[in-house]
Structures are given as structure tokens and as C-alpha cells.
């Protein structure tokens, strides 16, 4: 069955440094979220993203983040300046089509460790 | 807005035993009602999900039954495995400006014993 592959699967980081998480969703979706989940707490979501721009951002979405596909298969997530608080496993998902019976499918995760 | 509440764990139970995971939500409107599970260093994997009132969705043995009533989707199972341990998330499908994306619970860790 096809996968949302997601790398690195730990990245630690100095604090105030960038960070960018990658992640190749499956080939035919088109609809792409990240989501994250601090330690102990629950998934929260952070954006979607279709047809090359934001559809959706939470609060969390401030303006140290950024998503974009590059090219026709990776979706990344860029963290411009990290705080100890991005510490947390990030998750990228996907989906093919639109609609509130569609689950999305989800990678691995991402820990993310500012130091 | 949208939101789900689940029981808090941890659970702990005995293998065979029969498992209950209490999960309510708030919705304007009739969202998809999902369960995922997080098996221990994996990511999230889609266990169950009802799109509409009294669907049962249905995997690995695992039931949730899509309450109108009782805004609920309670998660069961008749007899847990040790392989079943691991974090349950009940989540729905929130329709917002930019589309659909999903709203979790908090989230309940089972832990089976031999």
C-alpha cells in the first residue's frame, strides 16, 4: 500500500537555527497537511495545502513557518527561526480528493528537538 | 468550534479482556467520525472510520458505532491483544475556510498484558 514517507525521523537543532522537514506524500494525492503533536499532548493541526498555495492555517501557523512543494513529489515544512516550544514529532498527511469522509493518510513523523 | 473528548488513560487491561474507549464530540453538522492508532515510535495509522449515523466502522476486530443521539463514537473491542497496545485517537473531519482537516482527541494509551 502505498505510504506518506516522511525524513528525517529525528532532527535536532539549535535553538534560533532553521529547520526544514520533508516529506513525499503518496504520488496521486493532492491535498497535503502538516500536523504536529508536543510531547504528551494532542495532534494539533498546523496547515493544508492544495494546488501550489495554503488553503488553511491554525494560530500555531505564525509567520517562522512556510510550506512548499518544490517539485512534484516532496512537501516541506521550513521553521525559519526555532524555539525551544517546536519541539515536538511532526506529522505530514495526505489525501486524494477533498471531502469530510476522506481520511488522510499520515507519515511517520518527524521529532523535532530544539536544543 | 469543532472538538472531540475521549476518555483519559492509561488503560490497562488483560489480554482477552474487552475494551471500551470513550469518545464524544461537538459539530455543527454530521462530520466523519474516525479512531486512529499510534502503535509505540510509528505514526498514525487510520483503524476505523463512519461517515454518516449508525454506520459501524469496523478493522482488526476493533467497532465504532457513529451516535447522533449521543454525539459519540466509542471505540470496542471483544477481546484485546498485547499487540493492540498502543495510543488511540478518536478524531473528526472539520469542515473550515480552506477545506477539511482533522480534529483530534486527545488521545488514550492501552496497555495490554500477557
Known amino acids: 500500500e502505498p505510504e506518506v514517507t516522511q525524513t528525517p525521523s529525528h532532527q535536532v537543532t539549535q535553538m534560533g537555527q532553521e529547520v526544514i522537514l520533508r516529506c513525499v506524500p503518496i504520488s496521486n494525492h493532492l491535498y497535503f497537511y502538516w500536523y504536529r503533536q508536543i510531547l504528551g499532548q494532542k495532534v494539533e493541526f498546523l496547515v493544508s495545502?492544495?494546488?501550489?498555495?495554503?488553503?488553511?492555517k491554525s494560530e500555531i501557523f505564525d509567520d517562522q513557518f512556510s510550506v512548499e512543494r518544490p517539485d512534484g513529489s516532496n512537501f516541506t515544512l521550513k521553521i525559519r527561526s526555532t524555539k525551544l516550544e517546536d519541539s515536538a514529532m511532526y506529522f505530514c498527511a495526505s489525501t486524494y480528493r477533498e471531502g469530510g469522509n476522506q481520511p488522510q493518510h499520515f507519515g511517520d513523523g518527524t521529532r523535532l528537538s530544539i536544543l | 468550534g469543532n472538538s472531540v473528548t475521549q476518555m483519559e488513560g492509561p488503560v490497562t487491561l488483560s489480554e482477552e479482556a474487552f475494551l471500551t474507549i470513550n469518545c464524544t464530540y461537538t459539530?455543527?453538522?454530521?462530520?466523519?467520525l474516525f479512531w486512529y492508532v499510534q502503535y509505540p515510535g510509528e505514526g498514525l495509522q487510520l483503524l476505523l472510520k463512519?461517515?454518516?449515523?449508525?454506520d459501524k466502522g469496523s478493522n482488526k476486530g476493533f467497532e465504532a458505532t457513529y451516535r447522533k443521539e449521543t454525539t459519540s463514537f466509542h471505540l470496542e473491542k471483544g477481546s484485546v491483544q498485547v499487540s493492540d497496545s498502543a495510543v488511540y485517537f478518536c478524531a473528526l473531519s472539520d469542515l473550515g475556510t480552506g477545506g477539511f482537516k482533522t480534529i483530534f482527541g486527545a488521545g488514550t494509551r492501552l496497555f495490554v498484558k500477557a
Open positions: 495545502f492544495y494546488n501550489n498555495e495554503i488553503s488553511e
Open positions: 459539530a455543527t453538522g454530521y462530520p466523519s
Open positions: 463512519a461517515t454518516k449515523a449508525d
